[in-house]
T-cell receptor, first 114, second 113 residues
Framework: GAGVSQSPSNKVTEKGKDVELRCDPI?????LYWYRQSLGQGLEFLIY??????PDKSGLPSDRFSAERTGGSVSTLTIQRTQQEDSAVYLCASSWGTGDYEQYFGPGTRLTVT | GDSVTQMEGPVTLSEEAFLTINCTYT??????LFWYVQYPGEGLQLLLK?????DKGSNKGFEATYRKETTSFHLEKGSVQVSDSAVYFCALRRSGGSYIPTFGRGTSLIVHP
């Protein structure tokens, strides 16, 4: 079956522009997670959804970052007025729920802000 | 707060060598411990896990033992292959709440023929 997919795989943007990153979770997975992987750093948790609700937004680095999920499926992470420090790989994961379930990761979107 | 510390890489080995990647953690209570692997161009995949002290997780020839007394979860493999070249992440997850894992920084493994 299809795994978690993310698009685009690579995105190069100019400083100050807005970007949208998309995540398609595994069908039936109700929980969806966004992480950021910067060079030499571990995975930094950004936000998670249970259904269409985001109970925990504490990981978003600034108010330039937002995310939404519609229909309990596709999620979009939006970064407004991008900065060079936003350059990273953005990973999405999904799971059957927010309990003790395995998270399945997508291949990521590599964002480069010039 | 919770934290995971991994040995810095890259770790460079010849094929069939013995592998150890150290991982120690700080957490209250009794977290579950995980190793994930990230092959080039791919997302993270769960490699193995252990949910309580003295448990041994194993998969694909890799193994790690949950050591509560030393707060460690070192990854080992007796004979590495070129195809094991990847980045390995140690992680912990506490029960309850949102079950968000805490990840280490990752250790790159390069295996030469």
């Amino acid at each position: 079956g299809a795994g978690v997919s993310q698009s685009p795989s690579n995105k190069v943007t100019e400083k100050g522009k807005d970007v949208e990153l998309r995540c398609d979770p595994i069908s039936g997975h109700t929980a969806l997670y966004w992480y950021r992987q910067s060079l030499g750093q571990g995975l930094e948790f950004l936000i998670y959804f249970q259904g269409n609700s985001a109970p925990d937004k504490s990981g978003l680095p600034s108010d330039r970052f937002s995310a939404e999920r519609t229909g309990g499926s596709v999620s979009t992470l939006t970064i407004q007025r991008t900065q060079q420090e936003d350059s990273a790989v953005y990973l999405c994961a999904s799971s059957w729920g927010t309990g003790d379930y395995e998270q399945y990761f997508g291949p990521g979107t590599r964002l480069t802000v010039t | 707060g919770d934290s995971v510390t991994q040995m810095e890489g890259p770790v460079t080995l010849s094929e069939e060598a013995f592998l150890t990647i150290n991982c120690t953690y700080t957490a209250t209570g009794y977290p579950s411990l995980f190793w994930y692997v990230q092959y080039p161009g791919e997302g993270l995949q769960l490699l193995l896990k252990a949910t309580k002290a003295d448990d041994k997780g194993s998969n694909k020839g890799f193994e790690a033992t949950y050591r509560k007394e030393t707060t460690s979860f070192h990854l080992e493999k007796g004979s590495v292959q070129v195809s094991d070249s990847a980045v390995y992440f140690c992680a912990l997850r506490r029960s309850g709440g949102s079950y968000i894992p805490t990840f280490g920084r990752g250790t790159s493994l390069i295996v030469h023929p």
